[in-house]
């Protein structure tokens, strides 16, 4: 059974930073692709960040060029969110998603991040 807990939301100001973890309880956890999603109020769930299976690759939704990162830590079966430069229209809850045969099959309960301008 899989299992991804997402921590590290919270409340920043605008031009802040946070670090959001997604820890996965999940047999070769280093097989996976990963990614996170976020989902504002009102709105549908957006793609913000993916990483391959080795962490070798890295794609980005163009809203967070350049001021988000994904990275991973295959020996601790942990994906990170790194995100600067923090804008308010960032505010909603952060989910993170594991890849199974090309689509995202699990979820984690998400972590709210709110950005007060």
């Known amino acids: 059974q899989v299992q991804l807990v997402e921590s590290g939301g919270g409340l920043v100001q605008a031009g802040g930073s946070l670090r959001l973890s997604c820890a996965a309880s999940v047999d070769t956890f280093s097989s996976y692709d990963m990614g996170w999603f976020r989902q504002a109020s009102g709105k549908e769930r957006e793609f913000v960040a993916s990483i391959t299976w080795s962490g070798g690759s890295t794609y980005y939704a163009d809203s967070v060029k350049g001021r988000i990162t994904i990275s991973r830590d295959n020996a601790k079966n942990t994906v990170y969110l790194q995100m600067d430069s923090l804008k308010p229209e960032d505010t909603a809850v952060y989910y993170c998603?594991?890849?199974?045969?090309?689509?995202?099959?699990?979820w984690g309960q998400g972590t709210q991040v709110t950005v007060s301008s």
């Open positions: 998603g594991l890849n199974s045969r090309g689509r995202y099959a699990y």
